[in-house]
């Protein structure tokens, strides 16, 4: 399986943008780029996904590199809600739907 | 906003028995499945279920796991006979098509704990 990198951590302060980066150097040509958050004591949450264009939707964006090596998961103006753990997934498809997690990045939002 | 929805949302247990939890997917998605999460630890995939038979299942999901659609509406995890280690956070999601990007709705979870 294709695997991700992201920091344990991150802070940011509130009502400013985050950048939350991924790396998958070894992702294939078939896979998407999900990303998912999990808030305290809630179960995990669909965050937003691509293939290979930059998405937009009205919970983030997702930019991903030409080469589809890394992407970034933007909030553009963190609250305090968006405090969770979010973490990047790969999707190899090929008859297999399950979704594999990794730890995620904790991200901190500072009021 | 449909959701997934899971029932008891806390289940106290004796080691060695028996335990069902519960969810109701969303209407009309066709593809369901479970996760847990032991404390501080990473979501695991248990298993997938999709037209009425198991598409895919990991190591953790051994003989003592069963599923089951019994009716139109709800699906179940059956643990035969609880162990300690068994204790997590365990989470039904579902999907509406059997596509690798397609989102997958979580429940809030059942905390199992066992005694």
């Known amino acids: 399986d294709a695997k991700t990198t992201q920091p344990n951590s991150m802070e940011s302060n509130e009502e400013e943008p985050v950048h939350l980066p991924c790396n998958h150097s070894?992702?294939?040509?078939?896979?998407?780029i999900h990303w998912y958050r999990q808030l305290p004591s809630q179960g995990p949450e669909y965050v937003i996904h691509?293939?290979?264009s930059n998405v937009n939707n009205r919970m983030a964006s997702l930019a991903i590199a030409e080469d589809r090596k890394s992407s970034t998961l933007i909030l553009h103006r963190a609250t305090l809600r968006d405090a969770a753990v979010y973490y990047c997934?790969?999707?190899?498809?090929?008859?297999?739907?399950?979704?594999?997690f990794g730890k995620g990045t904790k991200l901190s939002v500072i009021p | 906003e449909p959701e997934v929805t899971q029932t008891p949302s806390h289940q106290v247990t004796q080691m060695g028995q028996e335990v069902i939890l519960r969810c109701v997917p969303i209407?009309?998605?066709?593809?369901f499945y479970w996760y847990r999460q032991i404390l501080g630890q990473k979501v695991e995939f248990l298993v997938s279920f999709y037209n009425n038979e198991i598409s895919e299942k990991s190591e953790i999901f051994d003989d003592q796991f069963s599923v089951e659609r019994p009716d139109g509406s709800n699906f179940t995890l059956k643990i035969r006979s609880t162990k300690l280690e068994d204790s997590a956070m365990y989470f039904c999601?579902?999907?509406?098509?059997?596509?690798?990007?397609?989102?997958?709705?979580f429940g809030p979870g059942t905390r199992l704990t066992v005694l």
């Open positions: 070894t992702i294939s040509g078939t896979d998407y």
């Open positions: 999601a579902s999907s509406r098509q059997v596509l690798s990007y397609n989102e997958q709705f």
């Open positions: 997934i790969l999707s190899s498809g090929a008859g297999s739907y399950q979704l594999t």
């Open positions: 209407s009309n998605h066709l593809y």
């Open positions: 691509g293939l290979t």
